[in-house]
């Protein structure tokens, strides 16, 4: 991919955040940061990746603009520092060690803790109190050590004297007072959630965090230390997406789920109110955004794209042109809902018998949920109709293994996977979810979600149907010509960190700037 954008303009430097995605995870989000990259070689990037577990290989060739990748794993470190200061020496470290002493964790971090955890539990919470007391955790662990702080009893104490106080003094409306057991959990969640505080903030001219969650906690500490602006792009809706796995999550007790929903929560109205921009993918998001209190003027929506000169039709190959063929391109964990995909696979095979559906995308992101999906597919006897194929050479082309492609998700913004498919000519049966109808509405079909019975007879609809399925194809190929090309997303990108950056000096200024500069030297 080559950038339609001038180059000879003073080079700007973004801190992209991310989380559970690029460049270490495939997905849609992991597609728009890398194609943002690559597009901007007018831009230095450093990537903040914060991860679950220490991992080192990414899933993606950087571009030279891409000055460097900082990840950030919560989870799976005895000591910390050493995956995330990697700038300091063994005797850095341990002196570090030897200076966290009782009296810094009384008198430093402790009292920042307390501001933070009454944001927490408070209906309205203080925001801007909220923020400086991140910024004086973070500034405090840029010179104390991360495990010794967080293991003192003097933090024990605050954090459940902090934690008890709504039932303590009749504010908190749940009966149940939390366990020792409970608090334990709570304490160690805000460990590892909180885990990017350990890392150093390198200053640059824009941060751009990819969701309204942890990662983009970066933002906030920028803003306070250098003041750089902070964009946010929202994906998904990060607090909704909190709310749905928590819930879910048969493991956690009810106070734990009401503490981390409270922290993600938390976090999120953070984000929304020291961000410059807030710029969603779809109209959707802002519906949430402007619920959360987020003001209409700080919402400026930009849309997905796809280089439509990438992702073409073409005819099915050998290897399933005799076969009714439905793909999905879906990393496997639970927000996908692959079992209502799987389910769907059964309603479809008895209409068309020798229907097959091949998924792509990574397998190994929830492994649980990948065995319980393999074990439905073995249930249901679906060994011959249903597979995973994992992640695709070349992305492209899996599109055109198909007939259709099929999207399943319970939750999505403004998904990769339908734009690609339109792209190639493939017409899209998905949920009702996000935007995802005003996508598709004319270019494909759209279902409730959790309904198998809906996806699988829609499916087989169309596959039963030769005229209508190449009729919608080409018609979603025009509207992605027309309306969702790569270059106009990137444009508008640029244009917000000039504007961002330089303020009210317009683009066409700074090009001036740069030519005059050139001229004196």
């Not at 991360?146 to 605050?158: G, I, M």
């Not at 990108?493 to 303020?503: D, K, N, P, T, V």
Request: with cysteine; charged share 20%; hydrophobic share 40%.
């Amino acid at each position: 991919m080559n950038s339609i954008l001038p180059t000879n303009i003073p080079r700007l430097s973004v801190l992209l955040c991310t989380q559970g995605t690029y460049p270490f995870s495939s997905g849609g989000v992991s597609t728009w940061c890398d194609i943002l990259c690559k597009l901007l070689p007018q831009v230095d990037f450093t990537i903040y990746a914060l991860t679950g577990i220490p991992q080192t290989e990414s899933l993606y060739t950087f571009p030279e603009n891409v000055r460097d990748v900082v990840a950030i794993p919560m989870w799976g470190m005895q000591e910390p520092a050493e995956f995330i200061r990697t700038d300091m020496t063994f005797f850095d470290l341990r002196k570090r060690k030897r200076s966290t002493t009782s009296d810094a964790i009384e008198h430093v971090f402790v009292p920042n803790l307390r501001r933070l955890l009454r944001g927490l539990y408070a209906a309205e919470p203080a925001l801007n109190d909220c923020g400086e007391s991140l910024y004086n955790i973070w500034r405090y662990f840029q010179r104390y050590d991360w495990n010794t702080t967080w293991k003192s009893k003097l933090t024990w104490d605050a954090f459940t004297e902090e934690t008890l106080l709504p039932y303590t003094n009749g504010t908190e409306l749940f009966e149940s007072v939390p366990t020792l057991f409970d608090l334990t959990n709570g304490l160690r969640s805000l460990h590892h959630h909180l885990m990017i505080l350990n890392a150093p903030v390198p200053e640059c001219d824009i941060v751009h965090s990819t969701l309204s969650g942890f990662a983009g906690i970066p933002g906030i500490i920028a803003k306070h230390k250098y003041g750089t602006p902070l964009i946010i792009t929202e994906h998904g809706i990060f607090v909704r997406e909190q709310y749905m796995s928590i819930a879910s999550d048969t493991n956690l007790s009810p106070f734990t789920k009401r503490f981390m929903i409270g922290l993600s929560n938390l976090v999120c109205k953070m984000l929304y109110h020291y961000a410059d921009v807030i710029s969603p993918v779809c109209e959707y998001n802002s519906r949430w955004e402007l619920q959360y209190g987020v003001e209409s003027s700080k919402i400026h929506c930009i849309h997905n794209s796809v280089d439509a000169h990438f992702f073409v039709p073409a005819p099915k190959p050998e290897e399933t042109a005799h076969r009714p063929t439905v793909v999905a391109s879906a990393r496997v964990f639970p927000l996908k809902d692959l079992e209502t995909m799987i389910r769907s696979a059964a309603v479809a095979r008895k209409r068309i018998p020798d229907v097959q559906y091949i998924v792509f995308g990574s397998t190994s992101d929830e492994p649980e949920y990948f065995l319980r999906c393999c074990t439905l597919v073995e249930e249901l006897g679906l060994q011959a109709t249903f597979r995973f194929a994992g992640l695709h050479p070349r992305s492209a082309l899996m599109y055109t293994k198909g007939d259709v492609s099929v999207l399943s998700s319970v939750s999505e913004a403004f998904p990769y996977a339908v734009l690609e498919s339109m792209s190639c000519e493939r017409p899209v049966v998905a949920t009702d979810v996000g935007s995802i109808r005003d996508v598709l509405e004319g270019f494909g079909i759209v279902v409730p979600p959790r309904d198998p019975v809906a996806l699988g007879n829609a499916v087989a609809d169309l596959l039963l149907d030769e005229p209508r399925r190449v009729e919608l194809g080409k018609k979603a190929r025009q509207e992605v010509l027309d309306k969702y090309q790569s270059h106009t997303t990137i444009d508008a990108y640029w244009r917000l960190y000039q504007r961002l950056h330089y303020g009210p000096r317009t683009l066409k200024e700074a090009e001036s700037l740069q030519l005059t500069a050139k001229a004196v030297a």
